[in-house]
C-alpha cells in the first residue's frame, strides 16, 4: 500500500507565495515521474507540472516562470513552490507518483487566492 501526504496549502493574496509538499510513503520501491495537477471548481483536472525521476520539469504554460517543482528522492518527496499567485491558481491542487506498474494520487491540498 501506498500513500501520499500533502500538505502546504491555504489562503494567500494576490501576488502572494505558497509551497506544496507530497510525500510518498509504504510500499513504492521505485519512482518515475512525479507531478502536480489542479481541478478548479467545475472544471477538470489539468497538469501543473511535472518531473522525471532525473530532474527534469515540464509545466503549462500558465504557469511558467511563476512555479517551480522539485524533488528529493531520498525522502520520495515533491515540492511546488508557486510564486505571483493569481485569483486564477485557485484550486485543489493534487500530486502524482508514477511508480513501476501504476500512478498514485494525492488526497488534494486546497489553495486559494483571494484578497
Known amino acids: 500500500q501506498v500513500q501520499l501526504v500533502e500538505s502546504g496549502g491555504g489562503l494567500v493574496q494576490p501576488g502572494g507565495s505558497l509551497r506544496l509538499s507530497c510525500a510518498a510513503s509504504?510500499?513504492?520501491?521505485?519512482?518515475?515521474?512525479m507531478g502536480w495537477y489542479r481541478q478548479a471548481p467545475g472544471k477538470q483536472r489539468t497538469l501543473v507540472t511535472t518531473i522525471t525521476s532525473g530532474g527534469i520539469p515540464n509545466y503549462a504554460n500558465s504557469v511558467k516562470g511563476r512555479f517551480t517543482i522539485s524533488r528529493d528522492n531520498a525522502r520520495n518527496t515533491v515540492y511546488l513552490q508557486m510564486n505571483s499567485l493569481k485569483p486564477e491558481d485557485t484550486a485543489v491542487y493534487y500530486c502524482k507518483v508514477e511508480g513501476p506498474d501504476r500512478a498514485y494520487w494525492g488526497q488534494g491540498t486546497q489553495v486559494t487566492v483571494s484578497s
Open positions: 509504504g510500499s513504492i520501491f521505485s519512482i518515475n515521474a
